[in-house]
Nanobody
Framework: QVQLVESGGGLVQAGGSLRLSCAAS????????MGWFRQAPGKEREFVTA???????VYADSVKGRFTISRDYAKNTVSLQMNSLKPEDTAVYYC????????????????WGQGTQVTVSS
């Protein structure tokens, strides 16, 4: 069982930065792949980025070069550094976990956090 709690959302102007964190509980954190997804009002949940147990990463084209995912095994946390934010990045951001390898398919993730709101003003 893995429990996930996100933090770090907020309001920022376009071009600014935010750093999201996801704290995971559970002794098997190290064997899980972690992902970030987001959902804007009226839209489907979409993949943002993911990181595997080996720290291999994958990014959606829309955030490549602007967002960076990382994980700290000692602290059981996953972070999402978001730079050069755009108004279209506005959404609720969710942290998710799944055993074995990462995926860009939300249906393959077993555990989800409650989400944190990110709002980017123009």
């Amino acid at each position: 069982q893995v429990q996930l709690v996100e933090s770090g959302g907020g309001l920022v102007q376009a071009g600014g930065s935010l750093r999201l964190s996801c704290a995971a509980s559970g002794r098997t954190f190290g064997s899980y792949a972690m992902g970030w997804f987001r959902q804007a009002p009226g839209k489907e949940r979409e993949f943002v980025t993911a990181i595997g147990w080996s720290r291999a990463t994958v990014y959606a084209d829309s955030v490549k070069g602007r967002f960076t995912i990382s994980r700290d095994y000692a602290k059981n946390t996953v972070s999402l550094q978001m730079n050069s934010l755009k108004p279209e990045d506005t959404a609720v951001y969710y942290c998710a976990a799944r055993p074995l390898g990462y995926s860009d398919d939300a249906t393959r993730y077993d555990y989800w956090g409650q989400g944190t709101q990110v709002t980017v003003s123009s």
